[in-house]
């Protein structure tokens, strides 16, 4: 088992914990509550990967959306429809299409 990711804003956390279940790389969250039991004291949610061999791919997913997310102000074009949409829309506004990261 490896801590793959840990951040105090815990959708970041949930946002990718989803992105591995889809992926089939099992996963588990702690620290979620610990502040409950810590008052004053700061505990950021973590996420671990189960299976070391797990590991390399994902790190290879948390790369990608962090990469996905690090980058708003840009404005891109949708593969599908051609529509330009704002840097923060992860889907075109227009068709619906999900932005593809390369974009």
């Known amino acids: 088992m490896k801590m793959l990711f840990a951040s105090p804003q815990s959708q ?4 990718l914990r989803n992105a591995l279940n889809e992926a089939g790389i099992q996963c588990e969250v702690r ?3 610990a502040f ?3 008052p004053g004291a700061e505990f950021y949610p973590e996420l671990w990967v189960l ?3 797990d590991f390399p791919r ?3 997913l948390r790369d990608a959306l962090l990469k996905l997310g690090s980058s ?3 404005s891109w074009i949708c593969r599908a429809c051609g529509e330009e949409s704002e840097g923060q829309f992860s889907s075109c506004w227009k068709c619906g299409a999900i932005r593809e990261a390369s974009t």
């Open 72 to 74: 708003p102000d840009k």
């Open 51 to 53: 299976n070391e061999s």
């Open 31 to 33: 620290n979620q509550n």
């Open 12 to 15: 970041d956390v949930e946002l």
């Open 36 to 38: 409950a039991f810590f």
């Open 58 to 60: 994902a790190s290879q």
